[in-house]
């Protein structure tokens, strides 16, 4: 079984359109994919009519979520959330003001770069994005478009990272508040990249530990983001503290360079997720 549990599309800042994500799943010779997009749940009813036979899709969100340390970081995070219940009012709220905060953000680190001098804009970044939620990959790609650099990653190390002076960040929702959220709309919840140091500063064991007794049910172990000590450090924390290990891609078609299944979920993992009471099911063989 080849199993990857975090994949983008159009309808946030990835490249595939979700009918193209459920292909390019197949052709990649995934037995399972789960896509995961940034706020939303608007590439579902693409994605599930457009899934091959020989592929179970997991429907879901990437939750952007924030946590203030007890010494005052505040730290950005992702909260993968499967199985849920799309339609929760108080969700589609939540998410509704988040893509909005996503907008007004990039508007602000467009008009930033602009102030510098770079030859982008907003009506651009905008166009790029289209109907999806808007994020840092769309600017990305403006500003290659725009002959400023030479590809995305050069984008994001030189100028949207959070260390860069260009970054803004979003009103992201409250971890805590997040997992009650995903809880009450049947939704499992697993911590996306939890060790990922590369993107920026990441939550203490002491609040991962929190979350767990919160619901949190899973920690991503594998992800391209996380060097061999990371993977080590959260394969140790979520074994102590009885959470699922999974592994993903975190695919983003050509905003990215990592393709489909480049990491997995082990099956035994799988299981124990699918063993958890969820919302909605798996659609799949
Ligand atoms: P945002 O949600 O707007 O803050 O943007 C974060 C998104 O940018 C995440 O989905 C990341 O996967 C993506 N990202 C972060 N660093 C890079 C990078 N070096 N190259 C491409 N995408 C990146
Ligand atoms: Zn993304
Ligand atoms: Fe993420
Ligand atoms: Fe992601």
Known sequence: MRIDLHAHSTASDGTDTPAELMAHAAAAGLDVV??????TTAGWDEALAARPAGLTLVPGVEFSCL????DGRR?????LAYLLDRNDTQLQAEWQ???????????????RLVA????????QVSTLAGAGSVGRPHLARALVESGVVPDVDTAFRDLLSSRQRYYVRKADTDVFAALALIR?????????HPLAHRRG???SDETIAAMAAAGLVGLEVEHPDHEPDDRAHAARLARGLGLIGTGSSDYHGTNKTTPLGARQTDPDAYERLLAL???????GP
Do not use: K, N, Q
Not at 75 to 79: A, C, N, V
Not at 187 to 192: K, Q, R, S, T, Y
Not at 277 to 283: F, G
């Open 116 to 123: 510098d001098g770079y030859p982008i804009s907003w009506a």
């Open 184 to 192: 009450a709309a049947g939704g499992l919840p697993v911590f996306a």
């Open 34 to 39: 789960a896509l995961t997009d940034h706020d």
């Open 75 to 79: 730290i950005s995070l992702h909260l």
């Open 277 to 283: 009471p969820s919302a909605i099911r798996p659609t």
């Open 67 to 70: 946590r203030v340390e007890p």
């Open 201 to 203: 500063p990441v939550v």
């Open 97 to 111: 003001r988040l893509r909005e905060t996503r907008r007004t953000r990039g508007r602000e680190m467009v008009e």
